[in-house]
């Protein structure tokens, strides 16, 4: 029985990957785990920057709002574009955003802490530099999604993508874990360590895939659909003329029309991603101040790298095992992963909530990562599945624009709430996995549905 389990399961891994090559699969996983790894590392140190400038909370969190606006509109046009000028140009326009972004960053941050400039020109420069990853670092996972799900058959797709939402889960597993490591105060740049190191493996990273995975060639410029395109140097996909045999879009034959975030077929989805990711946005806002005051660690910010990164390493696994562990191996479709996802993250919240120490804080914020390592890939795919392939490319962008959405003003909501009462912001968030919870009941597709192939 353990045997045929085991062969199931490698069938169904070989069926995810099987259209694209291990090594591009790779190079894929690669772009998203490096900026995902830059972007946590830099999380779990911006708590303890901000206590070391004497700047409050909460100005912490909105310095993101700026880069998240710019999120949600660019990431819908960049995803439009890759339609036109290929995955590979938008996944290198993204790579090239989130370089020039960490350097600029910790340059700026750096300044500040050193005493060249006060804390509020390092926070305001800080949030300008910070604003070339929302407008050009978008680029990079709608067309990363786009090339997948465009290369995977429906019943597959769920999966498929949570592999590529896994490598954002390693990458937040690595980056707290190097951020310690890179603040280096005797060779200077201390803090701001984590910002200029991944900044030099994100110029690795684009160097590898500029050098390694082959270039678009789209055959019809405005069509949408450069990911059904030959690639030039091994067969990435489908070639145009040959259908997959899943395709049920192959009477596309022009532009598609314009999706809408509301549109009829997204609405649901949308409405639970946009509710649940506000809840998840806190939840990432509050952690870190969390853990510096229950710690208390306020005044010896420099020892607060360590415990945060070990408290958002903890949720990493955890998301993790619900991308690698739980979704293939109970085989769980949007639906299913959504709702179940949305309760566990209201469970880990409320632990979270009520901790007063590492251990039961890690616990707690490990539980809700859990949770929210199923509601994401559950609302991702719900989209994608919820149009045609010709639409992948729209849809992606969709989905990088609500996630860019929740993170406008829903961190700096959070952390103020929780200045003013703990369990008033933790109770907000608890309302909100509820909220989706209910609503998604009664409005999501079923799974059944979602997931069958079509002829």
Same mark, same amino acid.
């Given at each position: #029985?353990?045997?045929? *389990?085991?062969?199931?399961?490698?069938?169904?891994?070989?069926?995810?990957?099987?259209?694209?090559?291990?090594?591009?699969?790779?190079?894929?996983? &690669?772009?998203?785990?490096?900026?995902?790894?830059?972007?946590?590392?830099?999380?779990?140190?911006?708590? @303890?920057?901000?206590?070391?400038?004497? %700047?409050? *909370?909460?100005?912490? @969190?909105?310095?993101? @709002?700026? @880069?998240?606006?710019?999120? %949600?509109?660019?990431?819908?046009?960049?995803?439009?574009?890759?339609?036109?000028?290929?995955?590979?140009? #938008?996944?290198?326009?993204?790579?090239?955003?989130?370089?020039?972004?960490? =350097?600029?960053?910790?340059?700026?941050? /750096?300044?500040?802490?050193?005493?060249?400039?006060?804390?509020?020109?390092?926070?305001?420069?800080?949030?300008?530099?910070?604003?070339?990853?929302?407008?050009?670092?978008?680029? =990079?996972?709608?067309?990363?999604?786009?090339?997948?799900?465009?290369?995977?058959?429906?019943?597959?797709?769920?999966?498929?993508?949570?592999?590529?939402?896994?490598?954002? $889960?390693?990458?937040? %597993?690595?980056?707290?874990?190097?951020?310690?490591?890179?603040?280096?105060?005797?060779?200077?740049?201390?803090?701001?360590?984590?910002?200029? /190191?991944?900044?030099?493996?994100?110029?690795? =990273?684009?160097?590898?895939?500029?050098?390694?995975?082959?270039?678009?060639?789209?055959?019809?410029?405005?069509?949408?659909?450069?990911?059904?395109?030959?690639?030039?140097?091994? !067969?990435?996909?489908?070639?145009?003329?040959?259908?997959?045999? *899943?395709? *049920?879009?192959?009477?596309?034959?022009?532009?598609?029309?314009?999706?809408?975030?509301?549109?009829?077929?997204?609405?649901? /989805?949308?409405?639970?991603?946009?509710?649940?990711?506000?809840?998840?946005?806190?939840?990432?806002?509050?952690?870190?101040?969390?853990?510096?005051?229950?710690?208390?660690?306020?005044?010896?910010?420099?020892?607060?790298?360590?415990?945060? $990164?070990?408290?958002? #390493?903890?949720?990493?696994?955890? &998301?993790?095992? =619900?991308?690698?562990?739980?979704?293939?191996?109970?085989?769980?479709?949007?639906?299913?992963?959504?709702?179940?996802?949305?309760?566990?993250?209201?469970?880990?919240?409320?632990?979270?909530?009520?901790?007063?120490?590492?251990?039961?804080?890690?616990?707690?914020?490990?539980?809700? !990562?859990?949770?929210?390592?199923?509601?994401?890939?559950?609302?991702?795919?719900?989209?994608?599945?919820?149009?045609?392939?010709?639409?992948?490319?729209?849809?992606?962008?969709?989905?990088?624009?609500?996630?860019?959405?929740?993170?406008?003003?829903?961190?700096?909501?959070?952390?103020?709430?929780?200045?003013?009462?703990?369990?008033?912001?933790?109770?907000?968030?608890?309302?909100?996995?509820?909220?989706?919870?209910?609503?998604? /009941? !009664?409005?999501?597709?079923?799974?059944?549905?979602?997931?069958?192939?079509?002829?």
């Amino acid at each position: #029985m353990a045997d045929a *389990d085991s062969e199931i399961r490698a069938q169904r891994a070989s069926a995810i990957t099987g259209s694209i090559p291990r090594g591009r699969m790779a190079l894929l996983f &690669t772009v998203m785990l490096v900026t995902a790894a830059g972007n946590t590392a830099m999380q779990s140190v911006m708590p @303890s920057i901000g206590t070391a400038l004497e %700047v409050d *909370d909460v100005w912490i @969190s909105l310095a993101y @709002s700026w @880069s998240a606006l710019l999120w %949600v509109f660019c990431a819908p046009v960049w995803a439009r574009r890759s339609d036109r000028r290929g995955r590979k140009a #938008m996944m290198a326009l993204g790579l090239i955003g989130f370089v020039v972004s960490m =350097a600029l960053c910790g340059l700026v941050l /750096w300044a500040g802490l050193s005493g060249w400039i006060t804390a509020f020109w390092a926070l305001l420069a800080f949030a300008a530099a910070r604003s070339l990853y929302g407008g050009f670092g978008s680029a =990079a996972p709608p067309a990363v999604q786009a090339y997948v799900a465009a290369r995977t058959p429906r019943s597959e797709r769920t999966q498929a993508l949570s592999l590529i939402a896994s490598s954002f $889960g390693l990458g937040t %597993v690595i980056g707290p874990a190097l951020a310690p490591l890179m603040v280096l105060p005797l060779l200077g740049p201390g803090l701001t360590g984590p910002f200029i /190191w991944f900044a030099a493996l994100g110029l690795g =990273a684009l160097f590898v895939l500029r050098l390694r995975l082959p270039d678009d060639e789209p055959q019809f410029a405005a069509r949408g659909q450069a990911y059904d395109s030959p690639y030039t140097g091994g !067969s990435g996909g489908a070639p145009a003329d040959q259908p997959h045999d *899943d395709d *049920d879009e192959t009477e596309e034959t022009g532009e598609p029309a314009r999706l809408r975030w509301f549109e009829p077929r997204l609405r649901p /989805w949308v409405t639970a991603g946009l509710i649940g990711g506000h809840a998840q946005a806190m939840i990432l806002g509050i952690s870190g101040f969390l853990v510096l005051d229950r710690l208390g660690l306020r005044d010896t910010p420099e020892a607060g790298a360590g415990p945060v $990164g070990l408290v958002l #390493m903890s949720g990493a696994i955890a &998301t993790l095992l =619900a991308q690698w562990g739980l979704i293939p191996r109970f085989d769980l479709g949007p639906r299913a992963a959504t709702l179940s996802g949305i309760l566990v993250a209201a469970v880990g919240v409320a632990i979270l909530g009520a901790a007063g120490e590492l251990h039961t804080i890690a616990l707690g914020y490990a539980i809700a !990562s859990l949770g929210f390592g199923l509601f994401r890939p559950g609302t991702t795919a719900g989209t994608s599945l919820a149009v045609s392939r010709a639409e992948q490319g729209q849809a992606s962008g969709i989905v990088a624009s609500v996630a860019g959405a929740s993170f406008i003003y829903a961190p700096a909501l959070g952390v103020l709430l929780y200045n003013v009462s703990a369990w008033l912001g933790f109770g907000l968030i608890v309302s909100l996995c509820l909220m989706v919870a209910l609503f998604g /009941w !009664s409005s999501l597709q079923a799974d059944g549905d979602l997931t069958r192939d079509r002829d």
